[in-house]
């Protein structure tokens, strides 16, 4: 399928869903997490599409902003540091307190009880905010 974004006049390409995740469930999210902003949104949109294809320009906005807060690895990064993550989330008006992130990261199975975020995927943002199961 074939999305045009009207905001940024820019289109996303989306494959059919594969199962291209392999292993355990914590190498399969570990293998997602490890994927491209741009790959972790087609990824989500993929799975989720009958319920949130309303919701792909969001992504790509997501997306992009991902792209321009890792002044590190810009498109080639796949996750923000806790900071940065913080930023992302004041961007889009969806400001947390470090407690209610490290919860929220906690509910998506990205970290243990007593572990603190070293990267935040955008995949885990999206599963929170969206109330989806990875695992679909």
């Given at each position: 399928a074939l999305i045009r974004c009207s905001n940024t006049n820019t289109f996303i390409i989306m494959a059919m869903a594969s199962n291209d995740l392999k292993g355990t469930d914590d190498e399969k999210l570990k293998q997602l997490c490890s994927k491209t902003y741009k790959e972790q949104a087609v990824w989500f949109l993929n799975a989720f599409y009958d319920k949130h294809?309303?919701?792909?320009?969001?992504?790509?906005?997501?997306?992009?902003?991902?792209?321009?807060?890792?002044?590190?690895?810009?498109?080639?990064?796949?996750?923000?540091?806790?900071?940065?993550?913080?930023?992302?989330?004041?961007?889009?008006?969806?400001?947390?307190?470090?407690r209610d992130m490290r919860i929220m990261l906690r509910e998506t199975g990205a970290l243990g009880e007593k572990e603190r975020p070293k990267a935040v995927p955008l995949i885990h943002h999206l599963l929170y905010k969206?109330?989806?199961?990875?695992?679909?």
């Open positions: 294809s309303d919701a792909a320009e969001t992504l790509w906005e997501y997306v992009l902003k991902c792209n321009e807060i890792d002044i590190q690895k810009h498109e080639e990064g796949c996750a923000l540091d806790e900071m940065q993550a913080h930023v992302f989330l004041e961007r889009f008006n969806e400001t947390q307190t470090v969206y109330k989806e199961d990875w695992h679909h």
